[in-house]
C-alpha cells in the first residue's frame, strides 16, 4: 500500500490566502518529514522539513505542523502569491541521514491573482 | 551553476535496447539517488547508494541495475529496456552530515517504444 498519501490532487487557492497541504503517511518508523516543490519540467527542492522530535516548524511564509499519533503533517503557505503555483511533494524517511524518501504523488498548487 | 546534472536529458530508446542515465554531482555527498516519477505515483526509489562501489536496491529496483565508479558520477542501466520504463526518472545527491535532505538533477524523459 501506499506509505505516505496525499489525498488532494489539486488545490486553488485565491492570492493572499492561506494554502494548506495535507500528508497521511502509515509507518510508525517515520521521523523525518519535508515537503519539496516542484515546477513543470523543473526538478524537486526542498522546501521546509522536520524531524520527529517537534510538532511544528516555521520559515517565513512557510510552516509545517506534525501530528504523530494521527500520522499527519501539514505545509501551510501563508499569503500566497501566483508564483507559489506549483506541484508539491510530501515526503517522509527514516533512520539518520539515510536519504530514503517516500514521496506522496504531489498536490497541484494554483494560486489565482 | 547545476550541481547534479543528468544526461541525457531527452532519450527515445526502442524496446530490449539497452538505455544508460548518467548523472554527476559536484556536492561531493556520499550519497546518490535514482527516482522515476509517474502520472499518479509520485516518485519511487529505484537504486541508490552510500558511496563509491556500493549500490542498493530501492522500492522497485526491477529491470534496473546501478553503477556507482566514484564519488561523482552514479548511472542508472536499463539492459533491457521495455514500455512500462517510460518515465521520468531524477538523480538525487545528499550530504550524510545534513540528514536526508536530497539536491535533485533535472530529469531525464525517457520514452521506449
Known amino acids: 500500500g501506499q506509505q505516505v498519501k496525499q489525498s488532494s490532487p489539486s488545490l486553488t487557492v485565491q492570492e493572499g490566502g492561506i494554502s494548506i497541504l495535507n500528508c497521511d503517511y502509515e509507518?510508525?518508523?517515520?521521523?523525518?518529514f519535508a515537503w519539496y516543490k516542484k515546477y513543470p519540467d523543473n526538478s524537486p527542492t526542498l522546501l521546509i522539513s522536520?524531524?520527529?522530535?517537534?510538532d511544528k516548524r516555521e520559515d517565513g511564509r512557510l510552516t509545517v505542523f506534525l501530528n504523530k499519533s494521527g500520522k499527519h503533517f501539514s505545509l501551510h503557505i501563508t499569503a500566497s502569491q501566483p508564483e507559489d503555483t506549483a506541484v508539491y511533494l510530501c515526503?517522509?524517511?527514516?533512520?539518520?541521514?539515510?536519504?530514503?524518501?517516500?514521496f506522496g504523488h504531489g498536490t497541484i498548487l494554483r494560486v489565482h491573482p | 551553476e547545476a550541481a547534479v546534472t543528468q544526461s541525457p536529458r531527452n532519450k527515445v530508446a526502442v524496446t530490449g535496447g539497452k538505455v544508460t542515465l548518467s548523472c554527476n554531482q559536484t556536492?561531493?555527498?556520499?550519497?546518490m539517488y535514482w527516482y522515476r516519477q509517474d502520472t499518479g505515483h509520485g516518485l519511487r526509489l529505484i537504486h541508490y547508494?552510500?558511496?563509491?562501489?556500493?549500490?542498493e536496491k530501492g522500492d522497485i529496483p526491477d529491470g534496473y541495475k546501478a553503477s556507482r565508479p566514484s564519488q561523482e558520477n552514479f548511472s542508472l542501466i536499463l539492459e533491457l529496456a521495455t514500455p512500462s520504463q517510460t518515465s521520468v526518472y531524477f538523480c538525487?545527491?545528499?550530504?550524510?552530515?545534513?540528514?536526508?535532505?536530497?539536491?535533485f538533477g533535472e530529469g531525464s524523459r525517457l520514452i521506449v517504444v
Open positions: 538525487a545527491s545528499g550530504d550524510r552530515c545534513s540528514g536526508n535532505t536530497l539536491y
Open positions: 509507518n510508525d518508523m517515520f521521523d523525518y
Open positions: 522536520v524531524r520527529s522530535n517537534v
Open positions: 515526503a517522509a524517511g527514516y533512520g539518520a541521514n539515510t536519504g530514503k524518501l517516500t
Open positions: 556536492n561531493n555527498h556520499n550519497n
Open positions: 547508494s552510500y558511496g563509491a562501489g556500493s549500490t
